[in-house]
């Protein structure tokens, strides 16, 4: 059964960087394609971005263009998600997800298979 563990939340003052991670256990994350999403209080859970499971392909949603970079090692079991210049509004938890199938519909209802969350903080 694939398990997924994000890490690397923290606080940060605007302006600044975090590098989240993704690891999964039991199972090669390699054939998988792997979203990042976060939800803030109030609010949905929204896609941020995804990435194919061989790591040549990405999309990003509008807000985070330019901004956060999502990379993958298959040889570490894990996905990152790069933010910088980092916003009061990216303020939420942080969840990777996986599917089998194409990077391009970065929409929460097709993942099956949830991390429990990580939590980013963007105040000064």
């Known amino acids: 059964q694939l398990q997924l563990v994000e890490s690397g939340g923290g606080w940060v003052q605007p302006g600044g960087s975090l590098t989240l991670s993704c690891t999964a256990s039991g199972i090669t994350l390699a054939i998988y394609t792997i979203g990042w999403f976060r939800q803030a209080p109030g609010k949905e859970r929204e896609g941020v971005s995804c990435i194919s499971s061989g790591g040549g392909s990405s999309n990003y949603a509008d807000s985070v263009k330019g901004r956060f970079g999502i990379s993958r090692d298959n040889t570490k079991n894990t996905v990152y998600l790069q933010m910088s210049s980092l916003k009061p509004e990216d303020t939420a938890i942080y969840y990777c997800?996986?599917?089998?199938?194409?990077?391009?519909?970065?929409?929460?209802?097709?993942?099956?298979?949830w991390g429990q969350g990580t939590q980013v903080t963007v105040s000064s």
């Open positions: 997800a996986a599917k089998v199938g194409s990077y391009r519909r970065c929409d929460r209802q097709d993942f099956s298979s």
